[in-house]
């Protein structure tokens, strides 16, 4: 019933980290009010993928049991973390060897410890990455939130990943209610998405060794470009789908359709899964999804509409990957030309395509 369904499951707010983009850390969750494992133990099983983030979940004294629990419920369990629990982390993966761990980083070393409020938080985040190779697990990776902070070490942060044979995710910053950052925008527009036109390029010449990572390469420069549309308010790339092929969970119960939308569908300490997602409150829920205009591109609806409609990203993928083969740039607008500022920009600097390429 839920095999295309994902659970985005926040177990605590609780974090040790001081980040600039969210302040979680300044409204933890009490330990006594937090989902226990009963709780998840009521979930259905057959999710398409299960992610634990927060808060920083290895906080959670159980989280373990908690990996236990929730393997058995999906294919696809993952942990977001910060990577400072190392010795959590790697004793969650050697009992659960296919686990996918994202480690979040916000750039290199002095970029990262200031944005993420965490001293020592690169060392802390490269150290759990090895040890986690060490001990043979494959689905790791480093994550970042792209913003005016940090755009311009996104590339370099790529090339480190792409050096150690890691996976390399992405989201931009935005408004969500969990955060609780009343104005949570990108500055300084133009230098980011110059920034991640960038790194779109360098996504689809990617030059990994391992097949999937490259494959996943071209796909992310997908992702990255919907991102370009939600920096400037422009319309979706794909449709929204939330409500149905992803809901969240925050350490209270309460079922939400998007980390963007604060519509509780229900809590799961007082109903099952099932009532919840059969019941008037997620029908209506849903109904606001659909008429939602805020246009976020998040990879928790954003992944899931790439799954739905494979075809349009694949044919963009395949399209642009054969422009920069013949020298000439990506297709940055939705009509699929090149748009008037864009054409005066290459004109301007007086560069063909494949210089502006690889400028």
Not at 95 to 103: G, L
Not at 308 to 336: A, G, H, T
Request: hydrophobic share 35%; glycine share 6%.
């Amino acid at each position: 019933m839920f095999k295309n369904t994902e659970l985005a499951i926040m177990p605590t707010f609780r974090c040790n980290a001081h980040c600039q983009m969210c302040h979680i850390w300044q409204y933890p969750s009490r330990r006594e009010e937090e989902i226990a494992l009963d709780d998840l133990d009521k979930l259905p099983q057959g999710f398409a993928r299960i992610n634990l983030g927060g808060g920083e979940p290895t906080l959670r004294k159980d989280i373990l049991e908690m990996a236990d629990l929730l393997s058995k419920k999906t294919k696809h369990l993952e942990i977001s973390t910060n990577g400072y629990f190392t010795d959590k982390l790697v004793s969650i993966a050697r009992k659960h060897p296919d686990i996918r761990i994202r480690i979040s980083l916000e750039g290199l070393p002095r970029k990262n410890d200031e944005i993420r409020g965490i001293r020592n938080g690169f060392d802390r985040a490269m150290r759990s990455m090895l040890k986690l190779k060490q001990a043979g697990i494959k689905d790791i990776g480093f994550a970042i939130t792209i913003s005016h902070r940090n755009a311009e070490e996104l590339v370099d942060l790529y090339h480190l990943c792409a050096s150690m044979g890691v996976e390399f995710s992405q989201c931009v910053v935005h408004d969500a209610w969990q955060f609780r950052v009343p104005y949570n925008v990108i500055e300084n527009k133009t230098e980011v998405i110059s920034q991640i036109k960038h790194f779109i390029r360098e996504l689809l010449l990617s030059k990994r060794k391992d097949l999937s990572l490259k494959v996943k390469d071209w796909f992310r420069a997908y992702l990255n470009r919907g991102f370009i549309n939600f920096i400037r308010g422009d319309q979706r790339l794909l449709p929204c789908g939330a409500g149905t092929d992803i809901v969240f969970i925050d350490p209270y119960g309460e079922v939400y359709p998007c980390n963007a939308l604060k519509k509780s569908m229900g809590n799961i300490k007082q109903k099952s899964f099932e009532e919840i997602w059969n019941g008037f409150q997620a029908q209506k829920a849903r109904k606001m999804v659909s008429e939602c205009k805020d246009n976020c591109w998040m990879v928790g609806t954003s992944r899931p509409a790439m799954r739905k409609n494979i075809l349009k990203p694949s044919i963009w993928v395949l399209k642009n990957k054969l422009r920069l083969l013949f020298r000439k740039d990506v297709i940055w607008n939705m009509e699929d030309k090149l748009d008037f500022s864009e054409k005066e920009e290459i004109k301007d600097k007086e560069e063909n395509p494949y210089q502006l390429i690889h400028s």
